[in-house]
């Protein structure tokens, strides 16, 4: 199918249905006072002249998620918005420095509400391509009427006998495979189990949300009975979507933002700034899920395709 044919017709299937399910679409700023402070995410810094003739330092967001975030405590609506989004240090077949995001926040859903509403809006692309909710990717057709949850302990334990806090047992296990050369520290054996050993595996035969993260890992999620209440969405090992039961406690998202400052000074050497008009919000947010989806992840699936470059123009 024609790119610029398939793509656009898409767009307009995700923009019909939010129309349909009540959600207001947004514009906000790409250019940024204060940055994204997850440390495993880096911000494009740009150098800005205003109108003083005054140099500034701005980030090109890494998504729309903050800004988004103060217009759901001042309207508290649904709201989603369509844009493009940076992010430093990427490039392969499934990543670009610049690309398309759709992100999407719902009033009083919780994370299996989210679920489904992306597994809805997964059915409602395919059928504007197909006329049905199935399609074909890698040599394999996926009905996306079907669907598979799992929790991260179910996921590593499945796949490598260990479960995701167990930092011993994940040394064990590297070990084992790699023979580790030098120490690592609980976060790094947990990224490098989930990447090489279990996240391949995921969405092997149907759409699959893994969810229930180790706290560490929670990112502005909430965090109930020790799990990090949010989910990621895979078809054939390839993550397409991020979704949150929305951390709204200011004093706690204040301190997971320190702690995230302190590891990109660690990492980077630089010291970012806390957004506190952003922390001030959260006071006024609606208890609420959001959720991301790579749109070039999604293209690549729905028009059978390996690489990200082949689905840009």
């Not at 001042?74 to 490039?91: A, P, S």
Request: aromatic residues 14%; neutral net charge.
């Amino acid at each position: 199918m024609n790119l610029l044919i398939a793509k656009s017709k898409v767009l307009k299937s995700i923009r019909d249905y939010f129309d349909r399910t009540q959600a207001f679409e947004v514009i906000t700023d790409i250019l940024q006072t204060y940055p994204n402070l997850d440390s495993n995410i880096y911000p494009v810094e740009v150098e800005v002249v205003n109108e003083k003739g005054e140099k500034l330092k701005k980030y090109l967001h890494t998504s729309p998620e903050i800004a988004m975030k103060k217009l759901l405590a001042k309207y508290k609506k649904d709201i989603y918005q369509i844009v493009k989004v940076f992010r430093n240090f990427e490039g392969s077949k499934k990543h670009k420095i610049e690309f398309t995001m759709l992100e999407w926040y719902r009033v009083g859903y919780n994370l299996e509400d989210l679920m489904d509403d992306t597994q809805n809006i997964f059915m409602e692309t395919a059928i504007s391509l197909y006329k049905k909710p199935i399609v074909e990717y890698k040599g394999r057709k996926y009905d996306f009427k079907e669907s598979k949850k799992i929790t991260v302990d179910e996921a590593f334990y499945k796949y490598t006998g260990v479960y995701a806090e167990d930092y011993e047992g994940l040394l064990r296990f590297l070990n084992k495979r790699e023979k580790l050369k030098k120490e690592i520290d609980y976060e790094e054996a947990f990224f490098r189990v989930y990447a090489f050993y279990v996240e391949p595996n995921l969405g092997k035969e149907k759409l699959t949300f893994i969810y229930d993260y180790p706290p560490m890992f929670s990112a502005l999620a909430k965090i109930e009975n020790g799990k990090g209440k949010r989910f990621e969405a895979y078809i054939d090992g390839l993550e397409l979507v991020n979704g949150y039961y929305e951390l709204t406690d200011p004093k706690e998202q204040e301190k997971r933002f320190l702690e995230d400052i302190k590891k990109k000074e660690k990492e980077t050497g630089k010291k970012y700034e806390i957004d506190y008009e952003f922390i001030k919000s959260l006071k006024d947010m609606p208890e609420c899920s959001g959720a991301s989806l790579g749109l070039e992840r999604l293209f690549m699936v729905l028009l059978n395709k390996e690489n990200i470059n082949e689905v840009v123009f």
